[in-house]
């Protein structure tokens, strides 16, 4: 199939990839001269495992390419995928210009296109968004109706940043909201080469399952950190507790997220929380533990640094920044905002994180370091500095780059393990964890 891609930022530019690997020719559709530029020339606009060899081999093989002209790019292709961002408003809501925007670039499209065309949701949005917000825009800029020019559905991601590609091809599932068949028959055959179980239900229920999922795994994580926190003040071993639940996989599901530790964040589950209790508190309808999670969340941050504070020394390092290993995505990095806390109260800190030293210089995640965390580029140093540097080092990732430091702690050093990286190895020898 033709497939039209409209955002290439981390949902857009994995699955323009992927789908092209699965032989179907992608044009991916951005504003953002720099991301066109980096697709155009087989590079990958974000760090993520495997992605740069999948975009250069579209490119190489023409299934792959990227444009601004999204006229050309829907009269061209059979189907238009949206994974634009749906960002945080102030307030919690959802930002939602950048999907009203494609909407109406789609509809604009669609007014002369002959040929059934199929829109399909991608992004992240509440419950009632692509019913009551896009499809009138889509309707009124087409002047066609829903079900005769063009097919509507809602088709969720379940990509995990740091290891999306392989998520792609192996979800837990690939949920298809539509009401119609032949819609549902058409989508699937986008993703024949993905494995899995393919649901098919209302574009709503679709919208509400990826919240659901969100929500959950933020709900988990600081269920594990809130049990960690009283087990550890009654003298109980958390991580001992935490893995018997896990035992129970009738019940308790999955233990992917069970693990007391650090703070949840990047561009989904702080978001996707916010616009659902916000919404809740719209319709007057309350959400206590909902709400309660992103304090919990927060209490998290500021007890680690109350922890890192409690050693006494000024001389810091953090090794990994991003809002978690794999990745180059700031957006919402508790590292980030546990880095703030200690520049703001004095701390002399230096951070190591080979992905972010790579995004601040070349990286699509450059224009945003430089307009919102300016100082950032000014502490980021190699592995060698950072050691020698800290009488205090905060581990915040569990990757190889990482793991080979810790053998290399001296004795001076204290040591913050957010990560539980010393469980990869033999290295309980090597420092003093301050692991609660």
């Known amino acids: 199939m033709r497939i039209s891609i409209f955002g290439l930022g981390y949902v857009g530019a994995v699955t323009g990839a992927c789908l092209a690997k699965a032989g179907h020719i992608v044009v991916g559709v951005d504003p953002d001269r720099r991301k066109i530029e980096f697709i155009r020339q087989g590079k990958s606009p974000i760090v993520e495992e495997g992605l740069q060899e999948l975009i250069s081999e579209g490119v190489a093989a023409e299934r792959f390419c990227a444009t601004d002209d999204f006229l050309k790019a829907v009269a061209e292709t059979e189907a238009s995928l949206i994974c634009v961002g749906t960002p945080s408003l102030p307030n919690g809501s959802l930002r939602t210009d950048y999907l009203e925007n494609v909407a109406r670039e789609i509809g604009r499209s669609l007014r002369e296109k002959v040929e059934h065309h199929s829109v399909v ?3 992240t949005v509440l419950p009632g968004t692509t019913e009551g917000l896009l499809k009138p825009i889509l309707e009124e800029e087409s002047g066609k109706k829903e079900g005769e020019g063009f097919g509507l559905s809602m088709n969720p991601e379940f990509l995990r940043e740091g290891v999306s590609v392989r998520d792609f091809g192996n979800p837990p599932m690939t949920v298809i909201g539509t009401e119609s068949q032949e819609e549902f ?5 986008i993703y024949g080469s993905v494995s899995g179980e393919f649901i098919h239900c209302r574009i709503s229920t679709a919208e509400a399952i990826k919240y659901g999922c969100n929500i959950f795994h933020a709900l988990k994580i600081t269920f594990a950190n809130e049990m960690g926190m009283l087990c550890k003040r009654l003298g109980v071993d958390s991580n001992e507790v935490l893995n018997i639940i896990c035992q129970d996989k009738k019940l308790n599901i999955s233990d992917k997220y069970l693990r007391p530790g650090f703070a949840f964040g990047g561009s989904c589950l702080p978001k996707d929380l916010r616009a659902y209790t916000h919404k809740a508190r719209t319709e007057d309808v309350a959400l206590p533990v909902f709400e309660a999670v992103m304090a919990s969340n927060r209490m998290q941050i500021e007890r680690t640094a109350d922890r890192i504070m409690a050693v006494g020394s000024k001389k810091v390092a953090l090794l990994g920044v991003s809002f978690k290993e794999g990745t180059d995505d700031l ?17 002399d800190l230096k ?46 990732h569990d990757a190889p780059a990482y793991r080979e430091l810790v053998p290399k ?13 010393a469980d990869r190895g033999d290295f309980r020898g090597h420092y ?3 692991y609660w």
């Open 331 to 347: 957006r919402e990095s508790p590292l980030v905002a546990l880095a703030e806390i200690l520049i703001g109260r004095g701390y």
């Open 432 to 434: 003093d964890g301050l």
């Open 185 to 189: 028959e058409r989508i699937s055959s």
């Open 351 to 396: 951070i190591y994180d080979p992905n972010v030293e790579y995004a601040s210089l070349y990286g699509s995640n450059k224009e945003f370091i430089d307009r919102e965390l300016p100082h950032l580029k000014r502490i980021l140093v190699g592995a060698d500095e950072a050691l020698a540097h800290a009488d205090v080092l905060i581990f915040g």
């Open 409 to 421: 702690v001296l004795e001076r050093h204290k040591v913050l393990d957010l990560v539980r990286i």
């Open 121 to 123: 949701v991608r992004s």
